[in-house]
């Protein structure tokens, strides 16, 4: 009810005027036929800033029980409240002034009145808009009974309730003294535990039509049952022993959450007890709270994340702290992130936390070309399994959480202006799902991060690329210098005959073979390092295998043609150039080479079985080992070593060098390669 509806009945204490035929209320002679006064069954009052009344109305004079001109120009509303509320009223007034929603309140009080007799008061309280006056309207509950009648949903009570109009006459009133219908408020009243009365926005609060759908049902029909358990903790017996409000989370029988202020008080209608619920939903302010904080949070860890990865030293160190900050932030347990390989089909791992030794072991290089991983790498979807009951979880996913030891898993691509360069997996190992935010953050992360850890992916090989310029360099002026040196020294000196020269020529011929075999390498390292891509296509290997043969005219080499076909490019005549090579400066001149091949399954295996020089289990074991760190030491003995390896890598394939002939490490080596077979029709 509004103050202007209830202002017949208040009386000015400030007035100098106050005997009983005239008092002036609000610029009216007060009237006690007054219809509107007679409105308000409360004991009300306006309360100043200074915590003193300064209006009333004839209730509350006769709940104190004294007269008008005992009051003076003003009460302290604190004396007539018992000792032990007195700090919970102050707590209650400078809360409703600080109010910005100016939203009704209620809560119990006693009352001492002027004969010593205390009275529990229900009170409710709102501010005078644009003042800082409080309105207060106290209705005494001393006398409240429990409502002893014993009825059932069919007897018809409720529907006699209404036809009496308990509810719905003109003298109806909330304990508040305002009337129910102009509340904007859900109101709901329950005697013995079932709905008597109900307003419309409590119908549109429970998504119902019509009123009667509430009337005669439990209000905790209407409620989920994790609300339900909040409620029924507030009663004693089935009855409300003291008046509540407070702000709480509202689950509804549909599963739906909203955030209410909720006040709850017992009240008395014709002689029955009942029980009073006030909802105001505030889910939308809370929600914007939230949402405030969410981004708020976001922000903090997203500019923690980014400022730890600027200061990072290496590609490596960004990772770390990229996962680490990530998990430690969010809640999560384990970590991967894989980066993409330099021909676009494979991503390696980068950075683990927590990921069990073997699962990295079995998955550093995957292939993101075939599903799931092509959704992730590719359509640069994120991807989020949760362990719920509803869910439909994918074998590949079952396998991936069963080898990580965790129950849900997350993962996103990393970008970089639309380019997807790597990818980001996070794991729980307790926790079957991802909240909202968890979800919201870690897609803003995936975002954020891509450019800095592609300028670090582009330093990386920049400063490779140089390392391995210089390097080249220095083996090119080394190896020609060698040259030059073995040249002069070979026809130089006294007495040079064509039987001198004949001699030397097996050693010149020897040294020229090396440092043509150096300067393929060096091209083949030049255009990797430019930038050179070469789409992977059908490749002879007949054909391949013919012209690294051709290069070594005096090295004994067998071979039969098998007319496979791998995916490769102009490339892979280098990597059996380069074994035989390595071969002949191994075993000198007296090696003897048989090439061979066969198909299983999808690849080509292609067998160079080397007699002639050995190589111990330790030697074989790191053959390519020191290639697979970064920056790796090159030179003139090695660099053929690193350019098979760097080929069969550019192809998606593997070499092993293992004995010719096995567990005996003492009869010669065998290579044995393997690459991806491509059918001719």
């Known amino acids: 009810m509004g103050l202007s509806e209830i202002s017949g009945g208040i009386m000015d204490l400030n007035k100098k005027d106050k005997s009983e035929d005239s008092k002036l209320i609000f610029n009216r002679e007060y009237n006690s036929s007054n219809p509107v006064y007679d409105l308000s069954v409360g004991a009300n009052v306006v309360i100043d800033e200074k915590g003193k009344i300064i ?41 409703r002034i600080k109010d910005p ?24 309280a709102v501010r005078i808009p644009g003042t800082k006056r409080i309105f207060l309207s106290g209705i005494d509950r001393t006398n409240f009974k429990q409502n002893e009648y014993s009825y059932s949903p069919e007897s018809g009570f409720f529907s006699d309730i209404i036809t009496e109009s308990l509810f719905y006459g003109e003298g109806f009133l909330l304990s508040d003294g305002s009337i129910p219908g102009q509340r904007k408020e859900s ?66 029988k549909n599963g739906k959450k909203l955030f209410v202020d909720l006040s709850v008080y017992p009240v008395s209608i014709k002689g029955l007890s009942g029980i009073q619920y006030v909802i105001s939903d505030i889910s939308e302010k809370k929600f914007r709270e939230i949402e405030a904080l969410s981004e708020k949070r976001q922000l903090e860890i997203i500019n923690a994340i980014l400022s730890n990865m600027i200061s990072s030293f290496s590609l490596g160190d960004m990772l770390t702290n990229l996962l680490d900050l990530t998990l ?27 990921i069990p030794m073997h699962f990295v072991e079995k998955n550093k290089t995957i292939d993101i070309r075939s599903w799931p991983n092509n959704l992730i790498f590719y359509a640069g979807q994120p991807k989020f399994v949760e362990n719920l009951p509803e869910s439909h979880i994918s074998h590949p996913d079952i396998i991936f959480l069963e080898d990580i030891g965790a129950i849900s898993y997350a993962a996103l691509p990393l970008e970089s202006d639309g380019t997807i360069i790597g990818a ?42 140089c390392s391995e310029e210089k390097q080249c360099l220095r ?24 039987t001198f020269v004949s001699d030397n020529r097996g050693v010149l011929c020897d040294k020229i073979i090396h440092t043509r075999e150096i300067i393929h390498n060096l091209q083949v390292i030049d255009e990797k390092n430019s930038g050179y891509q070469n789409d992977l296509k059908p490749v002879c290997v007949d054909t391949s295998v013919h012209s690294s043969i051709f290069r070594y005219p005096n090295v004994e080499i067998k071979y039969e043609n098998c007319g496979y076909f791998v995916y490769a490019d102009d490339y892979l005549q280098e990597i059996f150039s380069n074994i035989i090579g390595y071969s002949l400066r191994k075993g000198g001149r007296n090696i003897r080479i048989a090439i ?11 067998y160079l079985d080397v007699i002639g020089f050995n190589l111990l289990n330790e ?10 760190e970064d920056n790796p030491e090159l030179n003139s003995d090695n660099i053929s070593q690193y350019v098979v390896f760097l080929l069969v890598n550019r192809y998606g394939g593997e070499i092993n060098v293992l004995d010719r002939i096995s567990a005996d490490s003492f009869d010669g080596i065998l290579f044995e390669i393997k690459l991806h077979s491509c059918r001719i029709n």
């Open 55 to 95: 209006i009333a109305n004839e209730n509350f004079f006769s709940a104190i029980k004294k007269p008008y001109n005992c009051l003076g120009a003003g009460l302290p509303a604190k004396d007539l409240f018992s000792e032990n509320d007195r700090e919970r009223l102050s707590f209650f007034y400078h809360e």
């Open 101 to 124: 929603y100016n939203s009704p309140k209620t809560s119990v009080f006693e009352i001492t009145d002027s004969c010593g007799d205390k009275h529990d008061t229900t009170i409710t």
């Open 187 to 252: 109101i709901i009243i329950t005697i013995g535990g079932r709905v008597a009365y109900a307003n419309k926005p409590a119908c549109r609060l429970f998504n119902l039509q019509e009123i009667g759908e509430l009337i005669g049902t439990r209000f905790f029909d209407h409620v989920h049952k994790k609300s339900e358990k909040k409620f029924e903790e507030l009663l004693i017996n089935g009855e409300l022993r003291k008046s509540v409000f407070f702000e709480t989370e509202l689950y509804l």
């Open 328 to 354: 430690n932030e969010l809640n999560f347990d384990l970590g991967i992130i894989y980066l993409k390989c330099e021909d676009g089909m494979k991503a390696e791992i980068s950075s683990v936390s927590g």
């Open 424 to 465: 980001i997996y996070v794991a729980k190992e307790f926790e079957g799902s991802f909240t909202s935010f968890e979800k919201n953050t870690l897609q803003l992360i995936s975002k954020e991060v891509g450019s800095l850890i592609l300028h670090g992916l582009l330093q990386e090989r920049l400063e490779k690329e």
């Open 475 to 498: 083996i090119i002026l080394d190896d020609i210098s060698e040259l030059n040196e073995e040249i002069f020294n070979s026809i130089s000196g006294t007495g040079i005959s064509a």
């Open 596 to 606: 061979s091949s066969e198909v299983c399954e999808d690849m080509v295996k292609i």
């Open 619 to 628: 030697e074989k074991t790191l053959f390519f080992g020191d290639f697979e």
